[in-house]
């Protein structure tokens, strides 16, 4: 009976042994999935902000999409105190989600210096003001799309000779930001990532985020399979990741984002960004995807759900 009362023990301990292994692994799996950025774009705010049910729609394409970080585009002067209100109202929804919010300000020449970037400077300032106001409901970061490489003198291949200029921007603006306890992520074109060993380092150590823009690789009416497409996807992320780490050293780079846009893929751009994570989630210095943009999405999914 002795020796029954043992066995019995045993497969007891066993059991339990297993159960937290299982357990384990789960929460593990969880907090590996939660450690990948899902990010998405949202440009022209106010629009949300005109009915309720289409920040509770935004919050439920979130969901269904996975999504858990959202750049809403911002400004103090679109609607004054009101639609700051309804932007915090915003956030406390996304919040509750537990998705993170982030400020999104763009321009085009903010990398220079003087009364460009201390524009941007200055709209940094007010979504310090805002987080100051709204304790509750604050932005968790700043997500930056300056792009002097649109502007004319600025085109063509090699072309990089408003980095050191930008980058101060990035710099400047990091500071502000941490020491409000904030993020800062900044949207770069493959085009960041041509440039000398020197440039990368530089680039990669004036941020801790950045998400690569890596558009127009495939688009609807090319004729390629969605297998085919998805293959592209593979090869030009791995190279890309790869460029912008290679022979790097020092402090610890920005981790990396890999940002498709809506219009190269239409209702496969899901799928793709699955082919992205399943690619790149072994690599440590990848950060996660971003969709480009909530604006562009399929418009049935942006429906309020019923109740």
Not at 10 to 32: D, G
Not at 34 to 59: I, M, Y
Not at 116 to 139: G, M, P
Not at 162 to 174: I, M
Request: net charge negative.
């Amino acid at each position: 009976m002795r020796l029954s009362i043992e066995l019995h023990r045993a497969a007891r301990i066993a059991l339990c042994v297993l159960a937290a292994a299982a357990c384990f692994t789960v929460a593990h799996s969880a907090v590996a999935q939660a450690a990948f950025v899902h990010g998405l774009w949202v440009w022209k705010t106010p629009t949300l902000l005109d009915l309720p049910s289409r920040g509770e729609a935004l919050r439920d394409f979130c969901r269904s999409e996975q999504i858990n970080e959202v750049y809403l585009s911002f400004s103090s002067q679109n609607g004054g105190a009101a639609e700051e209100i309804e932007i915090g109202k915003l956030i406390v929804l996304l919040h509750r989600s537990h998705i993170r919010v982030e400020a999104l300000l763009s321009s085009t020449d903010a990398d220079q210096p003087g009364k460009h970037r201390d524009k941007l400077l200055a709209h940094v300032s007010e979504v310090l003001a805002f987080n100051r106001e709204h304790q509750r409901d604050r932005f968790d970061g700043i997500h930056l799309d300056v792009e002097p490489q649109q502007r004319q003198e600025n085109k063509g291949p090699g072309n990089l000779g408003f980095l050191p200029d930008l980058l101060d921007t990035y710099r400047a603006v990091r500071v502000l930001a941490e020491q409000n306890q904030m993020t800062v992520n900044a949207d770069i074109p493959n085009k960041f990532l041509k440039g000398d060993l020197n440039q990368r380092q530089a680039l990669l150590s004036s941020l801790p985020r950045l998400t690569l823009m890596l558009y127009e690789l495939s688009s609807p009416g090319d004729g390629e399979s969605t297998a085919a497409q998805a293959d592209k996807l593979r090869q030009a992320s791995e190279k890309f990741l790869n460029m912008a780490y290679q022979g790097l050293n020092g402090t610890q780079p920005a981790r990396m984002s890999i940002g498709l846009r809506t219009p190269d893929y239409e209702g496969q751009l899901p799928n793709m960004l699955n082919v992205v994570q399943e690619t790149l989630s072994g690599n440590p210095h990848y950060l996660g995807w971003a969709w480009h943009s909530y604006n562009d999405a399929p418009q049935a999914l942006k429906q309020p759900a019923e109740m």
